[in-house]
């Protein structure tokens, strides 16, 4: 389950008990980035999660250039966590530089200085609107929909079809979250958006905004059992599922980040054994192929050097011969008219056929 950016939101709402602290220190490794604090650990498995806890990952002790850097920078007391323009960005200040950790795509994570610009990526990357290298100002992906707090009734006007088709198109919100604002307006996610009345719409605008105000309430909802959603509040489109109340959001996300963890391993060890077997038999293939080519060009060898026995004193007549240039080309232009050779700069090339009899 990928965090939404409304997720982001109530995390960082939720995390700001952590502003005033003092970092202890930092920990990273294969994506995985811990940030210890005194009473609780910020952990990013960028790009898929993003928690507190008290039950941070364990790491090596030989940690990555990159995690020393931030080790030697990021020192004292966490100014602020804030979510970087209502997308999946998360950035912890501190005094005179900050970390941006990407939670979209392929993931990132930044150290910037305290005017904002990069002083070194974990992975650098360039894309059409911004470049992610050291020296480079940092810029946050453009957005083209409305913020949920923003979006005006008036954006769906020339639009037809389903109304969560719409709003995907309008608002800045996941397609979960658009169609639980449907259901707190009072209608489906299929109402059609031209039966909508100012009234309706009216609803709809006041639930989009709401969602972010909604006080914290988080909560696990199951599938067959085992942890599926996290959400920070209690779901109205989820009604009538099973679910399970949590301490905090944070708990949330991580109990259903480390289940589907689980269940992906597992089905990574289901797998190994076909994927083992596919691998052995394409390696196989590979050889056979590879043999069949040797054995065919063996064979033309073969054939090849059959024919140079057979013209043997022809060859050796030329090839010891001293004559000028035009002489040996006098001599060529008498021998069978089977015999194809052509001038090359200085040297004359006897052309050996491909399938000699």
Not at 14 to 29: D, H, P
Not at 136 to 161: C, F, I, R
Not at 169 to 193: H, I, M, Q, W
Request: glycine share 6%; charged share 25%; aromatic share 8%.
């Amino acid at each position: 389950m990928a965090l939404s950016n409304l997720d982001v939101h109530h995390l960082v709402q939720e995390t700001k008990e952590l502003e005033g602290e003092f970092l202890q220190k930092v920990f990273g490794q294969a994506g995985v980035f811990r940030f210890k604090f005194r009473h609780a650990d910020l952990v990013f498995h960028v790009p898929d999660a993003a928690f507190g806890t008290r039950e941070p990952p364990q790491f090596t002790e030989h940690p990555s250039s990159f995690v020393m850097l931030l080790r030697k920078r990021l020192a004292g007391r966490l100014d602020q966590i804030e979510q970087v323009g209502f997308d999946r960005i998360v950035r912890l200040r501190f005094s005179d530089v900050s970390v941006v950790i990407e939670l979209f795509g392929d993931g990132n994570l930044l150290l910037l200085d305290q005017v904002g610009y990069i002083l070194k990526p974990w992975r650098s990357e360039e894309f059409s609107s911004r470049k992610l290298y050291a020296g480079q100002k940092y810029v946050a992906p453009p957005q083209d929909k409305a913020h949920p707090k923003e979006w005006s009734p008036a954006a769906l006007q020339g639009l037809n079809g389903p109304l969560i088709a719409a709003l995907s198109k309008t608002v800045n919100l996941s397609p979960a979250y658009l169609e639980e604002a449907c259901v707190r307006a009072g209608f489906d996610k299929k109402t059609p958006v031209t039966g909508l009345n100012d009234g309706q719409k009216e609803k709809l605008q006041k639930a989009l905004a709401g969602l972010l105000d909604e006080p914290l309430a988080p909560r696990i909802y199951l599938q067959d059992g085992k942890p599926a959603v996290a959400a920070p509040f209690e779901l109205k489109s989820q009604a009538g599922k099973e679910q399970k109340a949590t301490a905090t959001f944070s708990e949330a996300l991580e109990t259903v980040y480390r289940q589907n963890a689980a269940v992906q391993k597992e089905i990574q060890v289901q797998a190994a054994p076909a994927i083992a077997s596919s691998r052995k038999t394409a390696v196989l293939e590979k050889q056979h192929a590879s043999l069949e080519s040797f054995e065919q060009r063996a064979d033309e060898a073969q054939k090849k050097a059959e024919w140079i026995y057979q013209h043997f004193q022809l060859i050796d007549a030329l090839r010891g011969h001293s004559d000028s240039e035009e002489e040996t080309i006098r001599k060529l232009a008498l021998m069978p008219a089977d015999l194809k050779w052509r001038k090359k700069r200085h040297r004359i090339e006897l052309e050996v056929p491909e399938n000699p009899a």
